[in-house]
C-alpha cells in the first residue's frame, strides 16, 4: 500500500542516478540459483547472518554449507567467487545477505526494503540512529559493487549526508518511518525495481509515475512559456 500511495512523488524525485549508481546497467547476476529463494528462505538466511555465533558476521563455504546443505555446494562456490578477496576463505556475510535479499529474482521491492531495514536493526526494538542507516547505505552498495554493473565500491557521500537528512526527522528514527521514506523515495525504488524482475506492478507503478511527472513538467513549461508570451 505504502509503495502505491508514494510512486508518484517518488519518480518526481529522483532526476539524478542514485547513490552514484548508472541504474541503465543495473540487473541481478544471472546463474545464481541462490535468487531464486523464497520469502520464507530468505528471512531465515538473514537471520542466520544476523544471529552468528561469533559476531564477525564473516562466513565461510563450509558454514554456508551448514544452512543450505551440501547439494548446494556448486551454487555457493560460484557466488563467493564475487566476494573473495586474496587467500581469505571467508567472505562478509552482512554482503552476502544484502546481495541475496536485494538481488533476489522473485521478492517484491516492498519486501526487499521491509527485511533490509529489519536486517540492519541490530537492537532488535524498530529504532534506527543516523550511524545505522550510514552503515546500512555504504554496506548495501558495496556488497552490490561485487556482482552488479553499474555499481561503485562505496555511495556518494553527498548523498548518504541527504538520505540522513530526508530520512531522519527524529535520531534515532523509527523503522515504520524509515520504511515509509523508503516507499516515497524514487531513487531508492528505481533502483530497487532495476533488481526485482518478477515484480512487475513495481515497474508499472514508477513508470506511470514517471510518465506522469514529465507531464506535469512540461505542462508546468508550456504555461510559463505562454505567460510570457
Known amino acids: 500500500q505504502g509503495f502505491f500511495s508514494g510512486a508518484r512523488a517518488a519518480a518526481a524525485r529522483a532526476p539524478a542516478p542514485p547513490m552514484g549508481v548508472d541504474c541503465s546497467r543495473l540487473e541481478p547476476p544471472v546463474d545464481w540459483p541462490l535468487l531464486l529463494w523464497d ?22 563455504k563450509w558454514r554456508m554449507l551448514e544452512f543450505t546443505g551440501s547439494q548446494a555446494l556448486q551454487d555457493i562456490s560460484s557466488v563467493f567467487t564475487a566476494f573473495e578477496k586474496g587467500s581469505d576463505t571467508t567472505v562478509s ?5 544484502a ?3 536485494l538481488c533476489n529474482t522473485e521478492a517484491t521491492v516492498d519486501f526487499k526494503v521491509t527485511e533490509c531495514l529489519k536486517l540492519f536493526d541490530w537492537s532488535g526494538d524498530g529504532a534506527f540512529s543516523s550511524c545505522d542507516l550510514v552503515f546500512l547505505l555504504n554496506t548495501c552498495v558495496s556488497a552490490l559493487s561485487c556482482c552488479v554493473p553499474g555499481v561503485p565500491r ?3 557521500q553527498e548523498d548518504v549526508d541527504r538520505y540522513c537528512r530526508e530520512a531522519m526527522a527524529e535520531d534515532p528514527a523509527s523503522l515504520t518511518s524509515l520504511t515509509q521514506w523508503a516507499q516515497n523515495n524514487g531513487e531508492v525504488l528505481g533502483l530497487l525495481v532495476k533488481l526485482s524482475p518478477k515484480d512487475t506492478v513495481a515497474a508499472a507503478a514508477i513508470a506511470t509515475a514517471s510518465t506522469s511527472s514529465r507531464m506535469s513538467r512540461a505542462g508546468t513549461t508550456a504555461h510559463a512559456r505562454a505567460s510570457t508570451a
Do not use: N, Y
Open 93 to 97: 556475510g552482512l554482503h552476502l545477505a
Open 39 to 60: 520469502a520464507q528462505l530468505l528471512r531465515d538466511f538473514l537471520a542466520f547472518v544476523k544471529h552468528s555465533e561469533d559476531g564477525s558476521f564473516r562466513i565461510s
Open 154 to 156: 562505496a555511495p556518494r
Open 99 to 101: 546481495v541475496l535479499l
